[in-house]
């Protein structure tokens, strides 16, 4: 960061100067322990706020926010089957930088520096590691997504694309905005839950001039919904720019229905609109933050129905080998025959409807149990 004394340096730009790296700031482990941390600090970079590490209330891994950015000892355990990048990401890359998966819509990796180092990050085997793009990469980007008009959504992604300047980020988005097929760009980041104060007047101004832009930001927990994180999502709300949230699964920070329930009324509280809920991926490195299945499932029976209906994001696993995001419901079908559907209810009541649609298109006789009136 290039200090200018005669302007001085924003809070943002603090946050990122005093910025933790160095794993001895955690207290009461012992020499041991530190050098074992340092190392796997090596292997998957150690970095955060100040202000993020000032979320902490137990400086131990019981604590949701203190597991999710400190390196633990169980980052280096291999259960066999976990891969550097089990989405296949780099498989589906055409040019450096972009996955082209789904046929409308691409995920452009802009930066690979983040704000904070989530130990369970499903691009740990890159994010810390690489330097930001370079001018001429970043080109040959933009030529790809001119090149095939069947591109309409370009999804910004890292890394944390809020980590560039406002200038480097705008000479991307409006390069991608002045693309006439694009009818959209969004933008993934978790900058407004570890260092708020980067989403600024100005930042915001920026991205609204290239309507219609999207964010998703990145909440796990309902403590880290504070009042300045709460300040950043309402300064995007306030632009215009509707914000969602991407939530991870993660055992010992909301693997619990209560925690989860809490944490999304507290997003809709903040005008942010809870989008996905991930089931962890299998990455190497991450697998302590794991749960099951039934777990995930287990949360959404207890959201759908029990609370605001926008309230409740999809679950999502994104299926191992590329096969791209799944989503995963709760079973409500009891039985679906060609004349009706029998459906379980929030309670766990069941309801039926009839299957066929207009009258017309059904044999005769097969809506009279639902419609009397259709009788001869
Ligand atoms: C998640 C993702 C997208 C965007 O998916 P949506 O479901 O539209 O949010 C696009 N490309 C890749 C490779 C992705 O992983
Ligand atoms: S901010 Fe996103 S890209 Fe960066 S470490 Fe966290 S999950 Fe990974």
Redo the contacts with the bound molecule.
Sequence with gaps: MSKKPSRPRAEWQDQLAQGIRDVRAIPGLTEEQYVRLEAIAKEYPFFTTPYYLGLIETMDPSDPVFLQQMPDPREFEDAGFLEDDP?D?EA?MPVRHL????PD???FVVTHTCAMYCRFCTRKRKVGKNPVPPPDELQAVFDYISAHPEIR?V?L?GGDPLTLTDGALEWIISSLHEIPHIDLI?MGTKIPCVNPARVTDELCEMLARYQPFYV?THFNHPRELTPEAREACARLVDHGIPVGC?TVLLRGVNDDPEVMKQLMHELLKARVKP??IYQADLVKGTDYFRTSVQKGLEIMEALQGHTTGFGVPQY?I?APG?G??IPVTPERIVELTEEKIVLRNYEGRVYEYPAAGHASDVAPGTLREYFPEFNE
Excluded: A, M, P, W
């Excluded at 996955?99 to 789904?102: A, C, L, M």
């Design positions: 989405l990401e589906d996955t082209h998966r789904y819509r691409v995920l959504d999804l992604s969004r998703n991407q989008y996905y999502i994104d590329g791209g995001k």
